[in-house]
Nanobody, 122 residues
Framework: VQLQASGGGLVQAGGSLRLSCAAS????????MGWFRQAPGKGREFVAR???????????YYADSVKGRFTISRDAAKNTVYLQMNSLKPEDTAVYFC?????????????WGQGTLVTVSS
């Protein structure tokens, strides 16, 4: 499995970015996907996750710190998961990683991408 994250960059506070993560290697539609981030000098933290389209139940979850500002979505035709980030804050500065879940729920992860850097200036 390969996960290729892209879309990071430098943005001013209050701005927006959309991260993408293209997956290959196994049936994308069967697995949940997640986004995590790691700020300088800190550990990796959960940002958002989305279940597979076939999952019955609540399908998206967000960290409290990004709820209402970030939106996770997926496109099965493109084997891609997105993270739309609005109203960005300097504390959102981090390397963002995508991950592919162990199953359709997507709360445990088997594979990780290489990360894309997001820098939010004040």
């Amino acid at each position: 499995v390969q996960l290729q994250a892209s879309g990071g960059g430098l943005v001013q506070a209050g701005g927006s970015l959309r991260l993408s993560c293209a997956a290959s290697g196994r049936d994308f539609s069967r697995y949940g996907m997640g986004w995590f981030r790691q700020a300088p000098g800190k550990g990796r933290e959960f940002v958002a996750r989305i279940a597979a389209a076939t999952y019955i139940g609540k399908t998206t979850y967000y960290a409290d710190s990004v709820k209402g500002r970030f939106t996770i979505s997926r496109d099965a035709a493109k084997n891609t998961v997105y993270l739309q980030m609005n109203s960005l804050k300097p504390e959102d500065t981090a390397v963002y990683f995508c991950a592919q879940g162990h199953d359709s729920r997507g709360n445990e992860y088997d594979f990780w991408g290489q990360g894309t850097l997001v820098t939010v200036s004040s």
